[in-house]
């Protein structure tokens, strides 16, 4: 149970390679935080220096107040789970969830308290004689999860612990440690490059991408006003279409169409336009809508995904069964949905007013106090 | 179907007449006497003199000094192969530990230095060490027959290449599970090597065990005389009308052979895991 404070740290490798660029975090007691991105992003090296598992170039990271940089991982009160699960092949699951402790001359009435404990939890109480071989993968998660539990640690640091497990079964982990987590109130890192992962985990996420921060923010947040254009393709599935446009006073012009768009913007000129498949909805009789050249359609059960173009930019919009599709569909957007990225740096624009009737901005308060 | 089995079991047959041959007629042989062999050659029958050759072989004092019994030879045969497979496997997987685990200047230099040593045999190097074990005053000793045979290239690369495999989030959990350098080695990489140890415990045994060349530079008191040796001098009586002793010499190569064969049944099954084991 701690508050962590990454602040401005940097990762620099022998070779000059600069992993991780002057990152600040600030973590609250108990609180979930997912590090999403994709591979390269420097996310496991962030956790793995704030694991003590990676030295500290620049910058400093604290657990619980305390300053960790040269403490080692064993002396900073964390326990970490890993995508291999890393269980000690040789030793029983007992074993394995009890070694950290006896390392820490931990009185062994205690261990097996802790472990009978730990192993009701995640119910492998059957299992605590067996060998790790003899454990399928599921189970050798709920082991490598008990090792970080029987330790009662202030901080959970997870890399990846479900990549190695088939889907259906990430499905129920992911929502097990969610509980576990909950239940035991423990501040958690997460590290995953699945946006869906990420989403259905975290209190708050941390989008990286090329060694920096894109945006922390709560999941809603993050889908619902993406920071930047790699924000809204890599969060969100199907990712959010971006269309190159241009604003021209009240108009938004994509391609050779052409729509009134009632928010004032700050932007004008060349920007990139951002609108989520599901926001995309069919015209009804009489609207002009956009013209939308339908490729091919995927079909997803619940609603169809239909790919294809408009005015020559690849869209994807999610359809409802009962729609026909016909070669070419018209298309309209609420305004308030549509995203404003500047076409030079990639960054949001803020529509300078909120339209009547649209979405609340969510709280900025949060993402404010980390500037 | 049938004939194919028919031929994998003559091509099998064949093999093992070809390896046990020779073992079984070296053992049938040591069961004549000693003037039978040298007037009629080998044997393929069973004689009746098993018990009182082999019980002279074991018990019955030789040599020079008459107090070197074959018992004596196998007790030495054995320390240096014993002590030469430990002490092997304890200095080559802590060298690979070294290797390995730790950063320090020169290190893969290190092991390369180390490496291009498998290229020289023990013959070349023999004179050196000699003189090194002899001023140290060690000749005569099971610590000199021992010592400076211990530094094993082929150990160290083995040790080395299986803690190249270990996956590094092994290391990475320990370290935070509060083990150091030490605890790390002796809770989770030296039980992990179980097979190999014993892989490379059979092959260095059974090298150690072989030894010739060494013991003889090392060794004039026959007390620390090895079956190998043994065997050579029960043949070295060719004096006038003296026939050697075929018959011992026969008996006590059969003794040789029986304590490798032990060690690799008893190993067999961890030695084959040792070798083709990569899961982890």
Same mark, same amino acid.
């Given at each position: 149970m701690a508050t962590i404070h990454i602040d401005q740290v940097s990762k620099i490798y022998?070779?000059?390679?600069?992993?991780?660029?002057?990152i600040d975090i600030a973590i609250e007691d108990g609180e979930f935080i997912v590090l999403v991105g $994709?591979?390269?992003?420097?996310k496991s090296t962030l956790l793995r220096m704030v694991a003590g598992l990676e030295a500290i170039s620049e910058g400093t990271v604290s657990i619980g107040g305390r300053v960790v940089n040269t403490v080692e991982p064993a002396d900073r009160d964390i326990a970490m789970v890993f995508q291999n699960y890393a269980l000690y092949p040789h030793m029983s699951v007992f074993d394995n969830l009890a070694y950290g402790l006896r390392n820490r001359k931990t009185p062994k009435a205690e261990i097996e308290a802790r472990v009978a404990e730990a192993a009701r939890m995640l119910e492998i109480e059957p299992y605590l004689k067996r060998k790790p071989r003899a454990l399928s993968g599921g189970q050798r998660q709920r082991v490598a999860m008990g090792r970080a539990i029987v330790?009662? $640690?202030?901080v959970f640091l997870f890399d990846? $612990?479900?990549?190695?497990?088939d889907a259906k079964l990430r499905v129920t982990m992911r929502g097990e440690i969610r509980k576990l987590q909950r239940r035991l109130a423990t501040t958690a890192i997460y590290v995953t490059h699945d946006q869906l992962e990420a989403m259905t985990l975290a209190d708050r996420l941390v989008v990286l991408n090329g060694g920096v921060i894109e945006q922390i923010g709560t999941p809603l947040e993050v889908y619902h006003r993406p920071a930047s254009t790699f924000v809204a393709s890599f969060i969100g599935s199907p990712a959010m279409n971006l269309l190159e446009g241009t604003i021209d006073g009240g108009q938004l012009v994509i391609g050779d169409v052409s729509m009134a768009f009632g928010i004032p913007t700050s932007a004008s000129g060349p920007v990139t336009v951002g609108i989520r498949a599901e926001d995309l909805l069919l015209a009804g009789e009489g609207v002009a809508g956009l013209p939308f050249r339908v490729d091919y359609v995927e079909e997803l059960g619940a609603h169809r995904l239909v790919h294809g173009h408009l005015s020559s930019q690849a869209l994807t919009a999610i359809i409802p069964l009962e729609a026909a599709i016909t070669e070419e569909l018209r298309l309209t957007v609420a305004p308030e949905r549509v995203h404003f990225f500047a076409r030079d740096t990639g960054r949001r624009i803020e529509p300078l007013q909120p339209h009547p009737?649209?979405?609340?901005?969510?709280?900025l308060a949060r993402e404010a106090s980390f500037a | 179907m049938y004939r194919t089995k028919f031929f994998d079991h003559l091509i099998l047959i064949a093999g093992v007449i070809l390896m046990l041959g020779p073992l079984v007629v070296a053992f049938t042989t040591s069961t004549h006497t000693a003037a039978e062999i040298h007037t009629d050659g080998l044997m393929l029958s069973i004689g009746d003199h098993f018990t009182e050759t082999y019980d002279k072989v074991l018990f019955r004092g030789g040599g020079f000094t008459g107090e070197v019994t074959g018992l004596t030879m196998a007790l030495n045969s054995l320390i240096l192969g014993l002590g030469f497979a430990i002490g092997k496997i304890v200095l080559s997987m802590m060298a690979a530990y070294a290797i390995v685990y730790f950063r320090f200047r020169f290190a893969t230099l290190a092991f390369w230095l180390i490496f291009t040593t498998?290229?020289?045999?023990?013959e070349v190097r023999i004179m050196p060490s000699y003189k090194v074990m002899s001023d140290l005053g060690l000749l005569n000793t099971h610590t000199g027959l021992i010592l400076p045979l211990l530094a094993s290239a082929t150990g160290t690369f083995f040790f080395r290449q299986f803690f190249k495999s270990v996956p590094d989030e092994l290391l990475e959990a320990a370290r935070i599970d509060g083990a150091g350098p030490v605890k790390f080695f002796i809770d989770v990489l030296v039980p992990l090597s179980r097979t190999m140890i014993a892989a490379v415990f059979i092959i260095m045994f059974v090298y150690g065990w072989n030894q010739y060349l060494w013991p003889m530079l090392m060794t004039t008191d026959e007390s620390f005389y090895t079956l190998m040796r043994g065997i050579k001098q029960i043949l070295q009586v060719w004096v006038g009308s003296q026939i050697p002793d075929y018959n011992e010499a026969f008996a006590m190569a059969v003794l040789a052979m029986l304590p490798p064969v032990v060690i690799v049944v008893i190993f067999q099954s961890w030695f084959i895991k040792g070798l083709t084991e990569s899961d982890k």
């Open positions: 022998d070779g000059g390679v600069h992993a991780v660029k002057g $994709p591979s390269g992003c420097g330790r009662k $640690p202030a990846e $612990p479900l990549s190695n497990l009737g649209s979405r609340a901005p969510m709280p | 498998l290229l020289l045999p023990l």
